[in-house]
């Protein structure tokens, strides 16, 4: 431990520890920077979070210096406050300051430190700024404009260190220093939204989120990313219903501060045209939209033995639920299949369903495609499928249900749902609350974040109402209690309490569940 | 007030003149009477405006209609950054930003629509502009319609109204 005095406050800190860790302890809040990022190597290029050491001729920056026994820190003096203010004009002379149309507006790092250092009077006339290329297209969901840049060189640190793909590079020098891509290559690794997340101020932004909404009126749902077995915790930004992107949450169990382009555009699924907004029931050829007493009536009148398939999209409280529902017949899941795709060895797991460790731990089988298939052939008059889409992906699948009633309980028009004689319209990932269990095992909440569309139901209530409808049992009032259940029924929870898992989720201890991690 | 020196009110004691009564009406009266004989016989400083045959004169600052600024081609000034409509307190800016053909000017109002029924007239869209691109200095007042939708005015109106407030 090493002993060192900030701003007259005498403080402990690890050996090896930042000085800009420990100022940020000791202020409360972070110094002034730009290049400083806790997952990236430092670069000390910025030269904001300049601080006065004792014994020292100069200001040195705190991002680059390792706390000393005996260091005297001072952070807040006029000296270093007018050092952050100088730097902070150097990186504007030649910022274009086209705020009105720049989408980082709001929650960009030159914005919020000039509203604190900013000089007020700029130096410079406004014709005598060195023009660079604006948005420049440098890859499929990035864009870049090299005049709002303040060459901090986090995103090409991290194409360097963190995915390893060094596409980006600073090139030239002195003002005409600029962020570019490497010759002949474009920013398509699976990651590149990061950049846009840890760029300070507006030079590498969205193409999806380009021009659709200013951030200031976003609100922010904490939840999980359903892109793959990982689980990613994210932060969904939503106005007025409608989400308009996804950003990665910390937690240093899960992700990190990083996640996946592909998990971020996953949002656009649950606006998709092809939503299920209404309940509908076969009528000849046609499949017509009903009223709920309809579907009741047709539900009651199933009876008999039949096949219940759940897919791996559905939360731990629905498949518990659709279990109980099942009741004596066959609950499986399958096609074991589906839902694959190619991983990496950061975050995306070959995995691309964001519950499969649930149904191991609920013991319900995952089937292959013509096993599954045989499964339905064999049933007795009735298939139920929740989720999923096994009569498009399994064609001998398809062949078995045809003569049978097909109940089909989804988000997306599908062609199960196509073929089914009931469909009932189901909640998407991010329009309901529950339970994902990612590949190692860890319990972490979805939320709610925007309305469900039309008459879609929450999943929960109606497996609870159809429950009640077949046996004489209770059902659940709330989720609380249904995962009272849950967590009685799951061995692998080893008595974990679901109702106190909180916003960064909660580890299970793992017991052999046979689970593909 | 003036109360000639008199305590007058409720409960207040009134003298042998007041309670003859016919002095006090005429007393009440004579403010009514001098304007009378001064409009009478100074009819020109007479403060009421014969609306609508004769329209008022506002001040130049008066915050009318608003109207979209253009750029030398005819296309708004506008660049929809939206501070208008984040300004707005009654939520009455609705404005769809898309990509712009010239990369210098970047973004602009694919849709930019005033519901001005909703408008207050505060003026604050005008004063968050940073392009002045929305101005309230038409001195319309008058915004008539005969229908609740037609209140409801989009880019294209804005930016090359003419018309004296009918819509």
């Known amino acids: 431990m090493v002993k060192l005095t900030i701003d007259g406050q005498e403080l402990e800190f690890t050996e090896g520890t930042s000085l800009f860790d420990a100022c940020r302890e000791a202020r409360g809040e972070a110094l002034p920077h730009f290049c400083y990022h806790p997952d990236l190597p430092i670069a000390g290029v910025c030269r904001l979070c300049q601080v006065e050491i004792e014994g020292m001729p100069k200001l040195t920056i705190a991002c680059n210096t390792t706390v000393r026994d005996g260091m005297v820190v001072f952070t807040r003096n006029e000296r270093v406050r007018k050092a952050a203010q100088q730097t902070l004009e150097m990186h504007l002379i030649n910022h274009p300051v086209d705020c009105p149309i720049c989408d980082q507006a709001g929650e960009c790092g030159l914005q919020n430190q000039y509203m604190e250092y900013g000089l007020y009077e700029s130096e410079v006339e406004k014709g005598d700024k060195v023009t660079k290329a604006k948005a420049q297209v440098i890859g499929p969901h990035v864009i870049l404009d090299t005049e709002r840049c303040v060459l901090c060189t986090r995103c090409v640190r991290f194409c360097d260190h963190v995915t390893g793909t060094g596409e980006l590079g600073i090139f030239n020098r002195g003002d005409r220093a600029e962020v570019g891509i490497a010759p002949g290559k474009e920013l398509n690794n699976n990651y590149s939204l990061n950049t846009v997340d840890i760029c300070p101020v507006g030079a590498l932004t969205s193409r999806d989120f380009r021009f659709k909404k200013r951030v200031w009126l976003l609100k922010s749902t904490q939840t999980i990313c359903p892109g793959c077995a990982t689980g990613c915790n994210i932060r969904v930004d939503h106005e007025a219903d409608r989400i308009f992107r996804i950003k990665p949450r910390l937690n240093a169990d899960v992700n990190g501060r990083w996640m996946c382009d592909f998990g971020r555009l996953e949002y656009r699924r649950v606006h998709a045209e092809s939503r299920l907004d209404a309940p509908l029931l076969a009528d000849g050829d046609r499949q017509r939209e009903a009223s709920w007493d309809q579907v009741w009536s047709r539900l009651d009148a199933l009876g008999g033995k039949g096949l219940f398939v759940v897919s791996p999209w559905q939360t731990l409280e629905e498949m518990d639920l659709f279990k109980g529902l099942g009741g004596g017949n066959t609950v499986v899941s399958g096609p074991s299949e589906s839902g694959r795709g190619d991983g990496d060895e950061i975050l995306l797991s070959t995995d691309r369903t964001p519950n499969r460790k649930s149904l191991a731990w609920l013991g319900i089988d995952e089937l292959a495609g013509d096993e599954l298939a045989a499964r339905a052939r064999a049933a007795d008059g009735v298939v139920v499928v929740y989720g999923g889409d096994p009569v498009g992906e399994v064609p001998a699948f398809a062949e078995a249900v045809a003569g049978k009633t097909l109940v089909y309980l989804g988000t997306h028009r599908n062609a199960t749902s196509d073929a089914a004689q009931v469909v009932v319209p189901t909640s998407a990932w991010a329009e309901r609350d529950g339970i994902f269990v990612n590949a190692k095992g860890r319990l972490q909440l979805i939320r709610r974040v925007v309305a469900r569309p039309g008459e879609a139901r929450e999943d929960w209530r109606f497996l609870a109402d159809w429950q009640g409808r077949t046996d004489d049992q209770t059902q659940p009032a709330g989720l609380p209690e249904l995962r009272r259940g849950v967590a009685e029924r799951v061995a692998a929870l080893n008595g974990q309490d679901l109702n106190t898992i909180g916003a960064s989720g909660s580890a299970v201890a793992e017991a052999d569940t046979g689970g593909d991690a | ?167």
């Not at chain 2, 409960?11 to 403010?31: H, K, Q, S, T």
């Not at chain 2, 009819?43 to 506002?58: A, L």
């Not at chain 2, 404005?95 to 408008?119: G, S």
């Not at chain 2, 319309?140 to 109106?157: G, L, M, P």
């Open chain 2, 1 to 167: 007030m003036r109360t000639n020196g008199k305590q007058h009110g409720y409960g207040a004691e009134m003298n042998f003149r007041e309670r003859l009564y016919v002095g006090e009406v005429f007393r009440g009266l004579w403010i009514t009477i001098k304007h009378l004989v001064r409009n009478i016989f100074y009819m020109k400083d007479m403060p009421t405006v014969q609306y609508p045959e004769v329209k008022p004169q506002y001040s130049d600052r008066f915050r009318g209609r608003h109207r979209l600024m253009q750029r030398d081609d005819g296309s708004p000034r506008c660049v929809a950054c939206m501070m208008c409509s984040t300004a707005c307190p009654a939520d009455c800016i609705h404005i769809t930003a898309a990509e712009h053909p010239d990369p210098t000017i970047e973004k602009f109002p694919e849709k930019f629509d005033i519901d001005l029924l909703r408008c207050v007239y505060c003026g604050l869209c005008e004063e968050a502009c940073p392009c002045d691109a929305i101005r309230m200095d038409t001195g319309i007042y008058e915004i008539v319609a005969d229908s609740r939708d037609k209140f409801f005015v989009n880019k294209e109106f804005l930016l090359n109204d003419e018309t004296n407030g009918t819509l």
